[in-house]
């Protein structure tokens, strides 16, 4: 089992920058792969970055080098992503993610909120 705690979200005016916080407790030394994903309003569950425990990170195409996926530490108790340059268009709220082997668990969410 793997609880996460995710923070850092706000509101921002474009071009802004924010780095979001997940917190993970419980076992995570098992976790194979971190992600972040983003949920808009009416919109499904898309994936914007992920991290495995070997440190390859994979980003999706419309993160246009924006987005940094970072770990805190081997022990994964901590994962980050970065956001520069943002735009309204990244309005959304976040979810942090990981995965041991097959399943998933994942956080609250944090909402993320960019101005024109």
């Known amino acids: 089992q793997v609880h996460l705690v995710e923070s850092g979200g706000g509101s921002v005016q474009a071009g802004g920058s924010l780095r979001l916080s997940c917190a993970a407790s419980?076992?995570?030394?098992?976790?194979?792969?971190f992600g972040w994903y983003r949920q808009a309003p009416g919109g499904q569950r898309d994936l914007v970055a992920r991290?495995?425990?070997?440190?390859?990170?994979?980003y999706a195409d419309s993160m246009n080098g924006r987005f940094i996926i970072s770990r805190e530490n081997a022990d994964n108790t901590a994962v980050y992503l970065h956001m520069n340059s943002l735009e309204p268009e990244d309005t959304a709220v976040y979810y942090c993610?990981?995965?041991?082997?097959?399943?998933?668990?994942w956080g609250q969410g944090t909402q993320v909120t960019v101005s024109s």
């Open positions: 419980g076992n995570t030394n098992s976790i194979d792969v």
């Open positions: 991290i495995t425990r070997h440190g390859i990170r994979y």
């Open positions: 993610d990981a995965q041991i082997d097959t399943r998933h668990y």
